[in-house]
């Protein structure tokens, strides 16, 4: 794989550290008071871990708050999203693995950027 690159988003940023056949990992900034989508996908499950800052992480409806260190798995087809309700930017690292990581495997309940 190519040197990794940085994807800008409304939210943040994310960088693809690996794209395999089996798997896809990122490591993803939200910027202080941003959101992700709320979202599931169909053919990948996530795992996520907080390297720096607070997490606000929604699975199905069940909130939950995750510091530096902290992980939450993210089962195929649930609803998920992550916020950053701190003053810090929050990095996590995706761990996805499944059949298919595309960017068009998301399925968005709600955005706050009109993508849904």
Same mark, same amino acid.
């Given at each position: ?10 939210? !943040?940023?994310? +960088?693809?550290? $690996?794209?395999?056949? +089996?798997?896809?990992?990122? +490591?993803? +900034?939200?910027?202080? !008071?941003? @959101?992700?989508?709320?979202? =599931?996908?169909?053919? @990948? ?17 069940? $909130?939950?708050?995750?510091? =530096? ?11 998920? @999203? ?19 990581? !595309?960017?068009?495997?998301?399925? =968005? ?8």
């Amino acid at each position: 794989m190519s040197d990794p690159s940085i994807e800008a988003r409304p939210w !943040g940023s994310f +960088t693809v550290l $690996d794209d395999a056949m +089996t798997h896809k990992v990122k +490591t993803l +900034t939200v910027n202080p !008071g941003q @959101r992700l989508s709320d979202q =599931r996908h169909e053919q @990948r499950a996530e795992h996520w871990f907080v390297v720096n800052g607070v997490a606000k992480v929604t699975v199905d409806d069940k $909130d939950l708050t995750l510091n =530096r260190g902290d992980y939450v798995d993210i089962p195929t087809m649930a609803w998920h @999203r992550i916020e950053n309700p701190g003053d810090e930017p929050l990095v996590f690292v995706e761990v996805q693995h499944g059949s298919y990581f !595309g960017e068009d495997d998301i399925e =968005r309940r709600s955005d706050d950027y009109g993508r849904a």
